[in-house]
């Protein structure tokens, strides 16, 4: 290779934000290609690397508007690691039912709906996505992000140094539906509510009332713990395999008071570890 370049590619769901993210990574001096075909990807590499007053930064979006091209994306990407390119993937996803309202919001049809039913056309997206969201460093829940929020997510991942971890912790209410796509889930719907408590309901997990009244239980002390430990322990272990993002959620009932109150604790504990830790209360404000 001529130089080193530092590429980013992004993939995902159709309706899911690429667009969002790739104008947020041009922001960052990345130079971008929209919708390349897979079979050309290491060929506009090799050129752009040849390429002298080029960005040392480049970003690309691989996604099914290719038809039939992007049926070898993986065997592509290997390509690049073989060419010595080190690239990181990022992918997006959301929930049926955000992609659906998009959709319809946009008044487009989906790429692989055929006859205009969204869901299936989105069901076989879904398919032809599982080989590459395998090999994603970073997957991104939209679902529930405005694009201020995803353009600030794409920021938090591109100032990550190369070898550090971050752990993006999520508080949520099951009630408003299970958070897609965490590596682990904690219920912590055992532990009493202070939503019962008329002094602490219209608190948040974020107030000191609240929180004491939370980790006054033994069981809620003895959970924490093991939850501590056991991010503790895989966090080197993600790092040594490659994997630079680990996200923990955490659900009470909804939302607002005993996940908040664990979330910002585990934030607390894990501050002092080489690693980026990020939180974000999903459903505080429902």
């Given amino acids: 290779m001529e130089k ?10 159709s309706g899911a934000g690429k667009s969002t993210a790739l104008r947020a990574v041009e922001d960052l001096g990345y130079y971008c290609m ?51 390119v080190d690239y990181k993937l990022i992918f997006l996803e959301a929930a049926d039912e955000t992609v659906v309202n998009r959709y319809q919001e946009m008044r487009r049809p989906h790429p692989l709906a055929a006859d205009g039913n ?32 995803l353009r600030a997510e794409i920021n938090n991942i591109l100032e990550l140094g190369s070898s550090q971890m971050q752990v993006s912790i999520v ?16 219920d912590i719907r055992f532990i ?11 608190q948040s997990g974020k107030d000191p009332a609240v929180k004491d009244y939370v980790f006054s239980f033994d069981d809620t002390k003895i959970f924490m713990d093991k939850i501590e430990d056991l991010i503790k322990f895989v966090v080197p272990r993600y790092i040594k395999e490659g994997r630079l993002q680990l996200t923990v959620g955490i659900g009470c009932t909804g939302g607002r008071h005993r996940s908040v109150a664990l ?10 570890e080489d690693i980026k830790v990020v939180v974000d209360h999903r459903d505080l404000d429902r």
């Fill in 34 to 84: 929209d919708n390349i075909p897979p079979q050309l990807l290491t060929t506009f590499v090799q050129l752009y690397v040849q390429t002298k007053s080029a960005p040392s930064k480049a970003a690309v979006v691989l996604d099914i508007r290719t038809r039939e091209f992007f049926e070898d994306i993986s065997l592509e990407l290997e390509k690049l690691k073989k060419l010595g």
């Fill in 118 to 149: 969204i869901l299936d056309g989105l069901k076989e997206e879904r398919k032809k996505l599982q080989a590459i969201k395998k090999l994603a460093d970073y997957i991104i829940d939209t679902s529930r992000m405005n694009n201020y929020k």
């Fill in 192 to 202: 009493p509510n202070p939503y019962y408590i008329k002094e602490l309901k219209p």
């Fill in 263 to 272: 979330s910002e604790e585990l934030k607390n504990r894990l501050k002092d």
């Fill in 171 to 186: 508080s949520f209410g099951f009630k408003n539906g299970i958070l897609l796509d965490a590596d682990y889930v904690f």
């Fill in 4 to 13: 080193n370049i530092e590429l980013i590619v992004i993939s995902g769901i």
